[in-house]
Nanobody
Framework: VQLVESGGGLVQPGGSLRLSCAKSGSIFGLYTMAWHRQAPGKQREFVAV???????NYADSVKGRFTISRDNSKNLLYLEMNSLKPEDTAVYYC???????????WGQGTQVTVSS
């Protein structure tokens, strides 16, 4: 399985971006898909997760501003980000978590910079 993120870039505070993650290959068993991010000098942190039943959960810092969704027919995961703040600046990573084996698959990341 490979994950490839896209859609990052430079945006002004208050602006919006939509990140995409293209998944190739088959996954067997129960899994979730998520977005994480890592700011310079900080540890990678959870942003949002979606289950195979489309249940979602968000970090408190992005709740109400970010929306995670998936298009199973196209093997795509999305993160719609609105009302962006400078503190949202980070490399955003797509993640597949295999529930039974507790393994993780990561993409290479896409840079999001929020600055005026």
């Amino acid at each position: 399985v490979q994950l490839v993120e896209s859609g990052g870039g430079l945006v002004q505070p208050g602006g919006s971006l939509r990140l995409s993650c293209a998944k190739s290959g088959s996954i067997f068993g129960l899994y979730t898909m998520a977005w994480h991010r890592q700011a310079p000098g900080k540890q990678r942190e959870f942003v949002a997760v979606i289950t195979v039943r489309d249940e979602t959960n968000y970090a408190d810092s992005v709740k109400g501003r970010f929306t995670i969704s998936r298009d199973n027919s196209k093997n795509l995961l999305y993160l719609e980000m609105n009302s962006l703040k400078p503190e949202d600046t980070a490399v955003y990573y797509c993640n597949v978590h295999l529930v039974l084996s507790n393994d993780n698959i990561w993409g290479q990341g896409t840079q999001v910079t929020v600055s005026s």
